[in-house]
């Protein structure tokens, strides 16, 4: 489970939001989410069979590559399904970062073998914490998920200048730490959050920690790819 980490961020300017989202966090990881259970629990609808609405445009942004190359979210996406999270690679949240990047890492393992959908979708990893998360330790992270099946990105940002707006975009709680002479001091703690955005970068469904877990993200990416056919 140590080697399940990931990013998420966003500034709030005043006390009560950031002791909401500290009370949320806590309260979330004193019992481990329905993600780590490897069966759901109830029967899923079958694919396509429901709506996924259209939630709204997914925003663009500048960012890095694991090999430190500039690029940008919209471009990354190659206009393919993305499942899009935002992680740090330091966290040890057991219901945050780990487990959104061992969903991923289900979700990959499950589509290996499934050519035709693989080629279709994509996942990305974006860090919530570019000050540590360089291009290198991403990349370096990114190594000990490798495997034949979807294609997945670990990113990041230069800066927090240049991530903010993008978490301000995509609506993405993060609280930092800072030293009392004002430095920067790392993430304190941040609301889980991945986005299903389709082939045409409207985000279609939102997943919380209660309801991530790799058959149900499964199920709707299968429903997005019958809606292409």
Partial sequence: MNKFILIILVYFSN??????????????????????KDNIGY????????????????????????KGNPTTLHKLMNNKI?????????CTDTNGCPLATSIFYKIRDKFKNEKKLKDKVKMISLSLD???DTPKVMSLYGKNFNNSGLSWE?????????????LKSYDQ??????????????????????????????????????????DLLINDLKSLLLLNE
Avoid: M, Q
């Fill in 43 to 66: 029967s899923l609808p079958k694919p396509g069979s429901y709506k996924l609405y259209n939630i709204r445009k997914s925003e663009d942004g500048n960012i890095l590559n694991d």
């Fill in 154 to 166: 670990f990113v990041t940002t230069r800066s927090l200048k240049e991530l903010e707006p993008i």
């Fill in 82 to 90: 993305t499942l899009l999270s935002f992680i740090y690679s330091n």
């Fill in 130 to 132: 570019p000050v540590y």
């Fill in 173 to 214: 709680p993060v609280i930092r730490k800072y030293h009392a002479d004002g430095s920067y001091n790392g993430v304190e703690s941040h609301l889980l959050r991945v986005y299903l955005i389709d082939n045409k970068k409207l985000v279609r469904n939102i997943y919380s920690v209660d309801f991530l877990h790799a």
């Fill in 15 to 36: 006390s009560a939001c950031a002791e909401y989202i500290a009370d949320n966090v806590k309260n979330e990881s004193t019992k481990y989410a329905i993600g780590w």
